[in-house]
């Protein structure tokens, strides 16, 4: 059983801050990772995916990996009240025919202005 | 822009009934996965399916459950006689070939309350 292990918070800050959410995974062979954003009561929605070490930026969003710590993060700068959600964090199973994601349990981010 | 579409959006059944989910993903989309979320926990993979037969199936999609794609555009999750540990969220995902292997779109859910 792969898992999956996120902060499970509620993280809160203030409009304009940066919000830091972290994941650590444990299956050291695991190769691609996402961030799913998922409104109350809504489906996941992909907003992120990283599969190299390092940074990857898209717009307000940096996803961070670090395949040695088997670690994987999300900033999201200049947080707005519409960032408020559960961060879901989602490894890809190596060994899977279609692509089978594991998820954490998610980390709520509540942004207030 | 096109989405996943499914139905219901809510159902609520007795212990042991049958159900019935269904799912219409996006057209040009060739691969597609039932996953579920019981309140409060994890979204948990339950079944993949690709090219009309089941790519592969997670320990919770056991006898009782089944899926099919009976006309080429609906994809249904069949739930023989459901238990009280059945209810949850279900949610119908597709990814269209070629597509990043973990980008899926997922539908609204439905919202399985057994009684």
């Known amino acids: 059983q792969k898992e999956v292990e996120q902060n499970s918070g509620p993280l809160s800050v203030p409009e304009g801050a940066i919000a830091s959410l972290n994941c650590t995974y444990s299956d050291r062979v695991s190769q691609s990772f996402f961030w799913y954003r998922q409104y109350s009561g809504k489906s996941p929605e992909l907003i992120m995916s990283?599969?190299?070490?390092g940074d990857k930026e898209d717009g307000r969003f940096t996803a961070q990996l670090n395949k040695a710590s088997q670690y994987v993060s999300l900033l999201i700068r200049d947080s707005q009240p519409s960032d408020s959600a559960t961060y879901l964090c989602?490894?890809?199973?190596?060994?899977?025919?279609?692509?089978?994601?594991?998820f954490g349990r998610g980390t709520q981010l509540t942004v207030w202005p | 822009e096109p989405e996943v579409t499914q139905t219901p959006s809510h159902q609520v059944t007795q212990m042991g009934q049958e159900v019935i989910l269904r799912c219409v993903p996006i057209?040009?989309?060739?691969?597609f996965y039932w996953y579920r979320q019981i309140l409060g926990q994890k979204v948990e993979f339950l079944v993949s399916?690709?090219?009309?037969?089941?790519?592969?199936k997670s320990e919770i999609f056991d006898d009782q459950f089944s899926v099919e794609r009976p006309d080429g555009s609906n994809f249904t999750l069949k739930i023989r006689s459901t238990k009280l540990e059945d209810s949850a969220m279900y949610f119908c995902?597709?990814?269209?070939?070629?597509?990043?292997?973990?980008?899926?779109?997922f539908g609204e859910g439905s919202r399985l309350t057994v009684l």
């Open positions: 989602a490894v890809y199973d190596r060994g899977s025919t279609l692509g089978r994601l594991y």
């Open positions: 995902a597709s990814r269209r070939q070629g597509g990043n292997t973990g980008e899926l779109f």
């Open positions: 399916f690709y090219n009309n037969e089941i790519s592969e």
């Open positions: 990283i599969y190299s070490n």
């Open positions: 057209s040009n989309h060739l691969y």
